[in-house]
């Protein structure tokens, strides 16, 4: 599902004094492809994210996803819209630390009021997605990290959101990890039609996007596509090399 985004601003106000998040961004989020948003901490990476996920309201501009503007949705539409519209991967999991693995991917769905053949269907079908059936039983406290961001990702999955949106996914994991959870987002793009939003700071989350676009104080200042940002970097990589 393709997302719009016009003249999106968004201010933050503390007291007296203001600060701009997010400066009349104008992007087009294509439809089962993969949008890395790159940029210095604090340019407004997360900002997008939260709004487009419904956990924020801009101060102005527009989010259009399908033929639905999020800016003229009710409270009670943006809740069902981040159950079932969207899908959040956190950098930390985020997972319910009492509930087991299994527990974990299923609560979205019991929000939901999915029946419980249902849920326990699509819980065993998510286990197996990130292969991780023989934890099922486990609390996140007993999983490697990898491993939770592994449920915490089936779990963003639970509803089968058409959009799945990542904060820095990769940003606590090694780089093997890392790699893993990076070719479960090319499986959710290729296989499952999944369009994916991805905030970070891994340049290898560019290698796998379609679109690499830069953010800086607020800011859209660039955007080629995940091909060019790959050869960039490869070219990047080789000059480091012969000058070391």
Not at 24 to 32: N, P, R, Y
Not at 135 to 142: L, V
Not at 168 to 174: A, H, K, R, S, V
Not at 196 to 223: E, K, L, P, Y
Request: proline share 3%.
């Amino acid at each position: 599902m393709s997302i719009i985004i016009k003249d999106l601003i968004k201010v933050y106000k503390t007291g007296k004094s203001e600060v701009i998040a997010l400066r009349g961004l104008d992007c087009l989020i294509e439809d089962k492809k993969i949008l890395a948003v790159m940029g210095p901490s604090g340019c407004g990476k997360t900002t997008l994210l939260n709004i487009i996920g419904g956990l924020d309201r801009p101060t102005a501009g527009s989010v259009t996803i399908g033929d639905v503007n999020l800016v003229g949705l009710n409270d009670s539409e943006l809740v069902s819209h981040r159950r079932e519209g969207v899908g959040i991967v956190f950098q930390f999991f985020n997972l319910v630390p009492t509930m087991t693995a299994r527990e974990n991917i299923e609560l979205p769905m019991r929000l939901a009021g999915r029946s419980h053949a249902h849920i326990v269907k699509r819980a065993d079908s998510l286990l197996e997605l990130v292969d991780l059936e023989a934890r099922a039983g486990h609390k996140p406290d007993e999983l490697s990290g990898g491993e939770q961001q592994r449920i915490g990702l089936a779990t963003a999955l639970a509803n089968d959101p058409p959009i799945i949106l990542a904060d820095e996914p990769t940003g606590e994991l090694d780089s093997v990890t890392g790699q893993y959870i990076l070719h479960l987002f090319k499986r959710l793009r290729d296989e499952y039609n999944k369009t994916i939003v991805i905030v970070t700071h891994d340049q290898r989350v560019g290698q796998i996007a379609d679109t690499v676009m830069t953010i800086v104080d607020g800011r859209i200042t660039g955007s080629v596509s995940g091909e060019e940002f790959s050869a960039r970097t490869i070219v990047s990589a080789g000059s480091a090399s012969s000058r070391s």
